[in-house]
């Protein structure tokens, strides 16, 4: 099993939909969970935190279910910007290293 | 604010010549530091990583070494690159407040 999985998509869906993205991972001992949000050719760029009770931050939302292992973003009113990979992001709890295990992404494609 | 630089933007390289890839960090001391690689259609696969100079934790076996000879710079290097080398090489670092990471603009490498 794969420490950090996403549905790799794409996601094609028109401006304005609301699309959610799934992310399961495989370290019950893990404590720090975040989205990333990737363009094309470029860094990945944090896009927010995901926080026990669930975050919201403009037309984004995140939730974690500590007890499923699972992790979701919801993007309401998708515009063209929208269109990106987003990666799923997971720490793997060992003191002072602050390592990360990236998911391979889900890829976003807002049409007009 | 913290900023990372790395150079070059883009490379090509032979089969079989050295490389040598830098990062370096303003606007923080004593940072965590880390290489990453993203083959073509792939995820962030971590390198290495570092929590001080002199210090380098190898993530996975392969041809490339890193260094770290001063507080904020870090350097990827291999002796003898491969066709397999080829990919999108970040560098970051890791946040002290919330445990995540912000990536520099990364070298495109490609090995013909």
């Known amino acids: 099993r794969k420490e950090v999985e996403q549905d790799p998509g794409p996601f094609n869906v028109p401006e304005g939909a609301t699309v959610a993205f799934n992310c399961t991972y495989s370290?019950?001992?893990?404590?720090?969970f975040f989205w990333y949000r990737q363009d094309c050719r470029k860094e990945p760029k944090l896009l927010m935190s995901?926080?026990?009770s669930g975050n919201e931050d403009g037309r984004f939302t995140a939730q974690l279910n500590r007890a499923s292992q699972y992790i979701s973003l919801l993007i309401r009113d998708s515009k063209l910007s929208d269109s990106a990979t987003y990666l799923c992001?997971?720490?793997?709890?060992?003191?002072?290293?602050?390592?990360?295990?990236f998911g391979q992404g889900t890829t976003l494609q807002v049409k007009p | 604010s913290q900023t990372i630089h790395q150079w070059p933007a883009t490379l090509v390289q032979p089969v079989g010549s050295p490389l040598s890839l830098e990062c370096t960090v303003e606007?923080?001391?004593?940072?965590?530091l880390y290489w990453y690689r993203q083959a073509a259609g792939r995820g962030l696969q971590l390198l290495f990583y570092s929590v001080g100079i002199g210090q380098i934790s190898s993530e996975v076996p392969q041809n490339l070494s890193a260094s770290r000879p001063q507080d904020r710079q870090f350097i990827l290097s291999s002796k003898k690159l491969l066709l397999s080398d080829s990919g999108f090489y970040l560098c970051?670092?890791?946040?002290?407040?919330?445990?995540?990471?912000?990536f520099g603009p990364g070298t495109r490498l490609t090995v013909l």
């Open positions: 995901v926080y026990s």
């Open positions: 970051a670092i890791l946040s002290r407040f919330y445990n995540e990471q912000f």
């Open positions: 992001v997971v720490n793997i709890p060992v003191i002072t290293t602050g390592k990360l295990i």
């Open positions: 370290n019950s001992a893990s404590q720090s």
């Open positions: 606007g923080t001391s004593n940072p965590n």
